[in-house]
């Protein structure tokens, strides 16, 4: 893979690739309006054309990339959104009907287009005992799992993209950002981990040290801006000065030298004299 850009980064390229696939917006303004039950049921229809319809269109484009993490990633937005479908007011008799819906009409979909592999048995373990907070760890966790593997696998093409200090930041901000999720916590994402076959938390270190930027073309932009900036800068300024300079001298010559600078210089004494009587 060559000429690697920050936005081929899989946390990056990957992040919204199902919401048009399950009408996300829809959906996610009922839950933020509580809107009513009927306008779930609309959205569950509209999910079955739509959802089918993006997997004939657009499936192929993503699917061969990590097919069961783009299964995950199915799995952690629609976990999300029945959890909180589920918390709206007045959908206790509704609730099952909507979440059975969607998996009959999400499994036929995956059925018929081969994605067979994406289909779980149920969906009721994992939303009856659905934990937001450790969910959405667990989702940045894989996602960056993912990355990681990325750079692992196209370091060297990394190293020589124009983008590779922008890649390399970004980086090192997302195992900040995370660090307090995964310090000590082996264990409870070792799942995830063996995914990609990483034997613990350490590897993102070590695999973030084979980015090594060869090709400076950022930064050098970045000091090229700035010169340019600086240099506009003094252009300016030598535009401005000799404006001020000859206004100056004409000012000068106008006052001490015209019939108007006298008549101007003996108001502006009496002014003065009128103020300082005004102070007494």
């Known amino acids: 893979m060559s000429n690697i850009l920050k ?37 569950t229809h509209n999910f079955r054309t739509q959802f089918y319809t993006f997997l004939e269109i657009r499936a192929d484009k993503f699917f061969n990339d990590n097919t069961k993490k783009r299964c995950r990633d199915l799995y952690y937005i629609l976990y999300y959104i029945l959890y909180n479908i589920k918390l709206l007011q007045n959908y206790e008799q509704s609730y099952d009907n909507i979440k059975q819906s969607i998996k009959n009409y999400m499994d036929s979909a995956l059925k018929i287009h081969d994605y067979a592999i994406c289909i779980r048995d149920a969906l009721n373990e994992d939303c009856n005992h659905y934990n937001k907070i450790e969910e959405v760890n667990k989702k940045n966790i894989d996602d960056f799992c993912e990355d990681i593997y ?4 196209h ?18 901000y997302k195992i900040s950002s995370l660090n307090s999720i995964y310090t000590d916590k082996d264990n409870k994402y070792s799942e995830i981990l063996n995914f990609y076959n990483f034997t613990s938390f350490n590897d993102f270190n070590n695999i973030t040290q084979k980015i090594k930027c060869k090709n400076e073309g950022a930064e050098s932009f970045s000091i090229t801006q700035d010169k340019s900036d600086i240099s506009q800068s003094n252009e300016i300024n030598k535009s401005i000065f000799p404006i001020l300079s000859l206004s100056g001298v004409l000012l000068h010559f106008f006052i001490f030298t015209t019939p108007f600078g006298s008549w101007l210089n003996t108001r502006m004494r009496k002014k003065i004299k009128f103020d300082n009587n005004t102070s007494d």
Do not use: L, M
């Open 150 to 153: 990325f750079v692992n696998t």
């Open 7 to 43: 936005k081929d980064i899989p946390s990056i390229k990957y992040k919204d690739i199902w919401n048009e696939g399950i009408c996300y917006n829809e959906i996610n303004e009922i839950i933020e309006q509580n809107k009513s039950p009927q306008d779930a049921d609309t959205w």
């Open 155 to 172: 370091h060297e093409s990394i190293n020589i993209s124009i983008e590779c200090r922008e890649i390399q930041g970004y980086i090192k």
